[in-house]
């Protein structure tokens, strides 16, 4: 909008900024916030599952265990339940969301959809808190697990015990590095950690059922001693599905999956508007993920459960917290078994990927847009710096336990996941979709309810998902508050006939006239143009045009803006215009038209009554308030040469 000339940034800043829109080079850019659209690339599906899949696949690391440790003998029984509400519940309504937003949004943009204004805008910041709390606490729990692996393994005990807290944060770092150095690695070393990882559990797998198959007694024995515990299948459900709120950590991994959308490839003739191709691929991802880890969650919790004794999952057990790996020491040997060690700690560590790569797609798409982030946020490597001292600080707090972060990182998931549930429910009722609203409103039931159980057993997942809620909040407003006199507008866009009215002012004093509409009638702007004259001891014979701003959404930051002319009367002209703020409106149809006439434009207002202090924060809220001050000092920041700058009057 502006022509003023800046330094050329550094060498540093460049490097830290790259990819950002006004630094990006040869690029057209019509705004301060104007993104455009870069020319679409990607990675095959199955490439960017194995970037998601480092957070679902490694829950095989400690899903068995848990399993066991909630259902005990009933674990294959409980498991099959779970995977009965993924593969019916959970991948159904991630697949739509797929579909309703394929740009990586997922469920909170199209909750969204749903409020306007700031209620809107609060409630997004809310879910946003709760993502945070996933993806954060899955970057430190992650970390903090691989970490405990290290330290507890018996050729490392003696070196690193009470390092714990020093490794997590140097695994938090070195995930934070690999992101700077950019995405394309990140997804190499998923697929390589995912890819190795799965042939390990698959061997491990062969070798707990040739074991099985050769010692047939412990099918026998398991089964006398299941029945003998609960009687009948149908006890055997019941308990299962009393059990199974503590199993939902198997549900991870779906809300990264349509995160990490925008870097699947599609169809080269996929665009930005239409994106068939993604949405697909991003279907095959989803489906092939929760297919591969169903199998794996059932087949290694019936392993785990007649192979190993149950004293070893309970504390100070050697299965406890690493179930298929003390099957890959006992029936492996040492030597697989700590390959196999290396590989669960590689992808535990690695399982923060996918996490920052959701938290690298999510937050730019809502906080800069709203004003509540400064511009750089829109760029990856400021943000991943960003996390990664956030993850270093969370740690801190939680000392690097796991256990103290499972509540938390549950509450997170599930929260998000529930959302998602309503969401889909509300997008299929919209439809017209009678039988996909029944059993999307059935799947949001069993979620709603798992997460009511969830927090009621661990109220500390909804204590620190109320803290990064209001970090969030805070943050935001502050931010908002820092950049209310920005210059907001991306574009301007004249029609024919203000075109025509701007083109005629360039050719003596170009003299605007801020009016708020009201009746719109002859006399309303014959007496303005009277009023103006003498407050400002102006001569009869100069000329006005007037400008009204109707506001549409106070709540929205940026956005263009689309100027139309009016002839009322058979002789005032009028240029209107619809924006989230007044004063941004006027400033920037001011710049625009200095910018294309070569003329420096003089606006003419009255002066509004009232506190200023109140006034100040009509214009916070709603976009209005004293209105000449504030566009003067939108023009300020936005416009340094006070020779440049467009003149405001106030009388």
């Not at 199209?110 to 204004?117: I, K």
């Not at 606490?137 to 020093?166: F, K, Q, W």
């Not at 058979?570 to 941004?584: A, F, K, M, Q």
């Amino acid at each position: 909008m502006t022509t003023t000339e800046h330094p050329p940034p550094s060498r540093l800043r460049s490097w830290m900024l790259e990819g950002l829109s006004d630094m990006g080079k040869g690029q057209s850019v019509t705004g301060p916030h104007a993104t455009p659209e870069p020319p679409h690339r990607g990675q095959s599906w199955y490439r960017v599952m194995c970037l998601t899949g480092v957070d679902y696949f490694s829950t095989l690391g400690y899903q068995p265990g848990i399993a066991a440790l909630a259902a005990g003998l009933l674990s294959p029984v409980a498991t099959v339940v779970l995977v009965i509400v993924t593969l019916a519940g959970a991948l159904p309504v991630y697949r739509r969301v797929a579909e309703e937003s394929p740009r990586g949004e997922g469920s909170i943009a199209m909750l969204e959809r749903l409020l306007t204004f700031w209620k809107g805008k609060l409630f997004v910041l809310t879910l946003l808190g709760f993502a945070a709390t996933d993806f954060l606490i899955t970057i430190t729990l992650s970390a903090a697990d691989a970490s405990t692996h290290l330290v507890e393994n018996p050729h490392l005990t003696d070196a690193l015990h009470g390092r714990r807290m020093l490794i997590t944060l140097l695994l938090v770092a070195l995930l934070g590095a690999v992101f700077l150095k950019g995405f394309l690695e990140a997804i190499g070393v998923a697929v390589a950690l995912v890819a190795t990882y799965l042939c390990l559990n698959a061997v491990v797998v062969a070798a707990g059922f040739w074991h099985v198959v050769t010692a047939g007694h412990v099918v026998t024995d398991w089964s006398h001693a299941l029945t003998a515990e609960h009687g009948n299948v149908f006890a055997m459900v019941g308990v299962s599905l009393l059990v199974f709120p503590k199993l939902a950590l198997g549900l991870s991994g779906f809300e990264t999956g349509v995160a990490v959308m925008p870097h699947v490839k599609g169809d080269p003739g996929d665009t930005e508007e239409h994106l068939a191709g993604r949405i697909r691929d991003t279907k095959k991802l989803l489906t092939a993920a929760a297919l591969i880890m169903s199998v794996f969650l059932i087949v290694t919790s019936f392993l785990t459960t007649v192979l190993i004794p149950e004293k070893e999952f309970e504390s100070g057990g050697q299965a406890n917290g690493r179930a298929l790996a003390y099957l890959a020491h006992e029936y492996l040997g040492n030597t697989f078994g700590t390959v196999y060690d290396v590989s669960t700690i590689a992808i535990l560590w690695f399982a923060g990927a996918s996490a920052m790569a959701g938290l690298l797609n999510l937050m730019p798409r809502y906080l800069p847009r709203y004003g509540m982030a400064p511009h750089w946020a829109r760029a990856v490597r400021p943000m991943v710096l960003v996390f990664t001292l956030i993850a270093f600080l969370v740690t801190w707090v939680f000392d690097a336990d796991v256990d103290a972060q499972g509540g938390a990182y549950a509450t997170g998931v599930l929260v998000l996941m529930s959302s998602a549930a309503i969401a889909v429910t509300i997008a299929a009722r919209r439809a017209g979709q009678r039988g996909w609203t029944v059993v999307f409103g059935v799947v949001s039931a069993v979620l709603l309810y798992v997460t009511v159980v969830n927090v009621i057993e661990r109220p500390d997942g909804v204590k620190i998902g109320a803290c990064f809620i209001a970090g969030i909040i805070a943050v935001s407003l502050l931010s908002r508050l820092a950049r209310a006199f920005e210059l907001r507008v991306t574009d301007v866009t004249l029609d024919p006939l203000a075109d025509r009215f701007v083109r005629d002012m360039a050719s003596r004093k170009m003299r605007f006239i801020a009016n708020e509409p009201d009746r719109r009638d002859r006399a309303e702007y014959r007496d303005k143009i009277e009023q103006i004259r003498e407050d400002n001891d102006l001569p009869a014979h100069e000329d006005f045009v007037f400008a009204e701003v109707t506001v549409t959404d106070p709540s929205e930051f940026e956005g263009r803006l689309v100027v139309r002319g009016e002839v009322l009367h058979g002789r005032y002209r009028v240029l209107t215009l619809e924006s989230s703020s007044i004063p941004n409106a006027l400033a920037a149809l001011l710049l625009h038209v200095r910018d294309t006439t070569g003329c420096t434009p003089h606006i003419y207002f009255e002066w509004t009554e009232g506190s200023p202090f109140t006034n100040f924060l009509r214009f916070f809220l709603f976009g209005q308030g004293e209105v000449a001050p504030v566009t003067r000092e939108v023009l300020r920041e936005a416009e340094p040469d006070p020779a440049r700058r467009p003149r405001v009057h106030t009388g």
